[in-house]
């Protein structure tokens, strides 16, 4: 089965009605800088809870896990659950934290719990991070869109990428929160109920059931103890960090809003987990195991099991799980660049930073579709971004948040060590692969607490 006429009119619709949204939210996210970049701090649960679950469950979530579901059955789960419970612990141990202290990224808090050029150094390492997260979106609809369109890698790129760019330069935050609302409505029809009801109904009709997997798919571990640490290290305490979960965070309208509403999403994305897991599941028994390309396994289906015009919204539903991560991604990434590495330097009134970032928005955002073409392999750049984030930063921010000792010079010497250390050990071991490899994690967290602490005791702070 292909890709009917009325599907792309499905997708089409599905594209104006972000760029519509982009556009009727430019006049109120012009405002103010609260505006922009926070929603102006005002969201209740009905936008808040989606917009996180949103942000969070992107291309890994959705294609990424129908990929290891289809390659080793239900532990393909663990990528999205370790998200998941890092969005829990956010709520728990971070927003209670964050939402009071009115600041509007996390390289602001690191400067005002550090001083100096923390601030500077964070800002770049967190950049890298939101940056590589907007790249992993884009490769996805990529994929996507050469898949099940039969179009180029590269045009997929270019279509999807510029629709973000758009609607996020046009509407700010405003734009983001309100597209992701309806992106996480296609991602719960599409993922959770439309396509395992579908593809289930689908298997059985070949005579075929769960008992005729292979028996290691029914195993929790079958991905590896090895694989399941590393997303422990780099999702748990990730998704902790992050100018994009923050910027998020600090939306909520209130503290108890940041927090359990951020709970809730966690909670959400493991069941969005288990189904997209399931997803791949289905698509080894439906194809008997033959794909070439695991990562097509959920586009593919999705175009053998679903009618006219539900495969359309299906499509649509992965377009939202990637755009809904990629639109957060890019507007944390040039509040970065705009708030903490040039308003520092150069003085901005706050209309003047607001239409810097917007256009910000555009420039990062087209340089990322040449990256995304470039990289290519998704699971590659989300490597790379958790990488760099989780084994530099947990420990300095979580520390700033709980505890008055460390100094500024431990923090800096802490996130410039374990960034050396981390990507340079990764990159011995080798391109691609090191970024995936366990060694390089384990040892960018071993020496950030060590020279975390280490520091903390030859220069204790005073004052």
């Known amino acids: ?81 370790m998200i998941s419970l890092g969005v829990i612990a956010c709520g728990l141990v971070v927003a209670r934290k964050i939402v009071p202290m009115g600041i509007y990224t996390m390289a602001e808090f690191l400067d005002r719990r550090y001083g100096g050029p923390t601030r500077y150094l964070a800002a770049v390492v967190i950049a890298v991070y939101t940056f590589m997260i907007y790249v992993v979106q884009v490769i996805a609809v990529g994929t996507i869109t050469s898949v099940v369109l039969g179009i180029s890698f590269e045009a997929g790129v270019l279509i999807g990428g510029l629709v973000v760019i758009a609607y996020v330069a046009l509407g700010g935050m405003w734009s983001v929160t309100l ?188 340089l990322g579709l040449g990256v995304a073409i470039f990289v290519e392999e998704l699971l590659v750049a989300l490597d790379i971004a958790y990488l760099v984030l989780s084994t530099t930063l947990f420990i300095p921010t979580i520390a700033g948040l709980y505890w008055a000792r460390p100094s500024p010079r431990a923090a800096i010497i802490a996130i410039a060590g374990s960034l050396v250390v981390a990507v340079g050990y990764a990159l011995y071991i080798g391109w691609p692969q090191g970024f995936a490899d366990i060694r390089p994690i384990v040892a960018g967290f071993a020496a950030n607490a060590i020279l975390f602490f280490a520091a903390t005791m030859l220069w204790p702070k005073t004052g």
């Open 1 to 81: 089965m292909s890709v009917t006429g009325l599907d792309f009119a499905v997708i089409i619709l599905y594209m104006l009605a972000l760029l519509a949204i982009g556009l009727l939210s430019e006049r109120i996210a012009l405002r103010t800088l609260d505006n922009y970049l926070l929603a102006n701090r005002q969201l209740s649960y009905l936008l808040y809870v989606p917009a996180m679950a949103a942000i969070v469950l992107g291309g890994a979530s959705t294609i990424g896990s129908a990929r290891l579901g289809y390659q080793y059955g239900i532990s393909g789960s663990w990528l999205v659950i």
């Open 179 to 366: 597209t992701d609302l309806l992106q996480w409505s296609l991602m719960t029809l599409g993922v959770i109920v439309m396509l395992p009801i579908a593809g289930y109904i689908a298997v059985s009709a070949k005579g075929l059931s769960i008992a005729d997997l292979p028996p290691d798919h029914m195993s929790p571990t079958t991905i590896g103890y090895d694989t399941i640490l590393s997303y422990f290290l780099l999702f748990f305490f990730g998704l902790m960090l992050g100018q994009d979960i923050w910027q998020r965070v600090l939306t909520a309208k209130d503290v108890r809003t940041g927090i359990n509403g951020t709970v809730l999403a966690g909670l959400y994305g493991i069941v969005y987990a288990l189904a997209a897991t399931f997803i791949g599941m289905l698509a080894y028994l439906y194809f008997g195991g033959a794909l070439e390309s695991p990562g097509h396994a959920m586009p593919l289906f999705t175009v053998e099991v679903l009618p006219a015009g539900l495969a359309g919204l299906m499509i649509a539903a992965m377009f939202s799980a990637f755009m809904s991560t990629a639109d957060g991604a890019l507007i944390a990434t040039t509040t970065l660049i705009a708030y903490d590495i040039l308003a520092p330097i150069r003085r901005f009134t706050e209309r003047q930073l607001t239409i810097v970032i917007a256009v910000l928005n555009a420039v990062v955002g087209i």
